[in-house]
């Protein structure tokens, strides 16, 4: 597999260097294009990836392709990437945010497969949950590329593309929630007297800590709630205080609306 990496912005490059990283993906396999050519050559000194100098040069590299513009961008560079590839047969994986497949495929040949997904900012960490959609053209061996290149930067799951709003609307946007829900725990620790920046490491530190007891003990979150409240402890006293101020309908209502506009924005 020969890899090309279309857009070597934020999220290019923090994919193919978690892939590196993980010897998912090797250097000498990898090329990356970027219309601007300082980012294509700050993306090969990242990752010590190839530098194509067009894309046409990429199309003729490469027969697996990483989609990395902005969405605004994507028909234009898919119409020229299907000049450049003709009839060869080859993989795009796009991660252009609410372009759904139909188009994708539209403005591309028959001969390409596509694969759309939703990876989050966590991914620049390690740390990103991801979701893809398979096209009406694409393999089970190309859903194992995708699966593969976003596992290497966190959690990757299969889903089909009906669900990429509502992926959109908890994992995409749910970042944003969970910083909200530090910065909102660190300003009560401060009011409890506590140094600002204390706080702030306390409440980035506790939430990762939860969250990593979810995914490492596979246990339900209400049990491991249960676990830590015992009864007339101060846990409980701080849940019934949630509970009473409707933080469950909160989050709810954050992801009904994130998605709701995630359909508004791939439908315009
Ligand atoms: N950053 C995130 O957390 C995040 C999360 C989910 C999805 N996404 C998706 O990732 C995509 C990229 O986002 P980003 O944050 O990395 O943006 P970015 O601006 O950092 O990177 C986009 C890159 O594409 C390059 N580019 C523009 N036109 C090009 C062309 N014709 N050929 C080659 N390169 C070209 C730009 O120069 C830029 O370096 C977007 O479609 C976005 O929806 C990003």
Not at 53 to 67: I, N, P, V
Not at 89 to 98: K, N
Not at 100 to 115: F, G, K, Q
Not at 248 to 259: C, D, G, P
Request: glycine share 10%; charged share 15%; net charge negative.
């Amino acid at each position: 597999m020969n890899f090309g990496v279309i857009g070597c912005g934020k999220m290019g490059s923090a994919l193919i260097a978690g892939a590196v990283r993980s010897g998912a993906l090797t250097p000498t396999e990898v090329w990356g294009y970027d219309a601007i050519a300082a980012a294509t050559e700050d993306f090969c000194r990242q990752t010590q990836c190839h530098a194509a100098a067009s894309l046409q040069e990429l199309a003729q590299k490469c027969d697996t392709f990483l989609l990395a513009t902005k969405p605004y961008q994507v028909r234009d560079v898919l119409s020229q990437l299907g000049q450049s590839l003709g009839t060869k047969p080859a993989l795009l994986i796009s991660v252009a945010a609410g372009i759904p497949l139909a188009v994708l495929e539209d403005c591309l040949p028959a001969t390409v497969r596509v694969i759309r997904t939703m990876p989050n900012t966590p991914a620049l960490v390690g740390k990103g949950a991801s979701a893809y959609a398979l096209g009406a053209r694409s393999t089970s061996s190309d859903a194992e590329v995708a699966s593969t290149l976003f596992s290497s930067v966190g959690l990757a799951i299969a889903t089909p593309e009906s669900l990429l709003d509502a992926v959109t609307g908890l994992s995409g946007s749910g970042p944003a929630y969970g910083f909200v829900i530090i910065e909102a725990l660190a300003d009560a620790g401060v009011r409890q007297g506590l140094p600002r920046n204390d706080a702030i490491q306390l409440a980035a530190q506790t939430l990762l800590g939860a969250a990593a007891m979810v995914l490492e003990t596979g246990m339900h979150p209400a049990q491991l709630k249960d676990m830590v409240a015992s009864p007339g402890g101060t846990t409980i006293a701080g849940i019934a205080a949630l509970e009473q101020n409707s933080l469950r309908h909160a989050l709810h209502e954050a992801v009904s609306a994130a998605t709701q506009r995630s359909r508004e924005l791939s439908h315009s």
